[in-house]
């Protein structure tokens, strides 16, 4: 059995659950933390997530996935793949991204969850990726400092 690989992150941010949540979903904000990528989906079970952006004048999608679970304000689960890494495109390959949200006295927590690589494709490199590069801390700086201004 392939050893568990996991990645997570936890955050406290000074504003609401349902500000938090509109950071994560919304477009708006997520291109201001999220390597100028604009996430679009409608955020139900089995949905596309597309991650856009611009590149050289024209529009590609470097990142996409699923939804996979959804609790708006508590809850949110995808599935993600970068089509450019040259691996199949195949439920295997996919990892997943999990957001969670509680509130207390003012504050929400997030945390955030990436796991899968251990039956994925390049599993190990793309763990050793994130973990190399702290995970999702350096975004959820970047959200914290946008909510908090």
């Known amino acids: 059995m392939a050893k568990e690989m996991k990645v997570e992150n936890i955050i406290r941010i000074n504003a609401s659950a349902s500000k938090v949540w509109e950071a994560l979903t919304d477009p708006f904000w997520t291109k201001q933390y999220m390597f100028n990528c604009a996430v679009e989906s409608d955020w139900k079970v089995g949905s596309p997530v597309l991650w856009k952006m611009q590149h050289e004048g024209q ?48 504050l929400t927590e997030l945390k955030v969850t990436q796991d899968g690589y251990e039956h994925a494709a390049k599993g190990e490199e793309r763990y050793q990726e994130a973990v190399n590069a702290g995970g999702w801390s350096s975004i959820l700086a970047v959200i914290r400092e946008l909510l908090e201004k």
């Open 59 to 106: 529009e590609i999608t470097p990142v996409k996935g699923k939804v996979e679970a959804i609790m708006p304000g508590l809850l949110l689960k995808y599935s993600v793949i970068d089509p450019g890494m040259g691996i199949p495109d195949i439920p295997e390959n996919y990892l997943h991204v999990t957001y969670e949200l509680s509130e207390a006295d003012g």
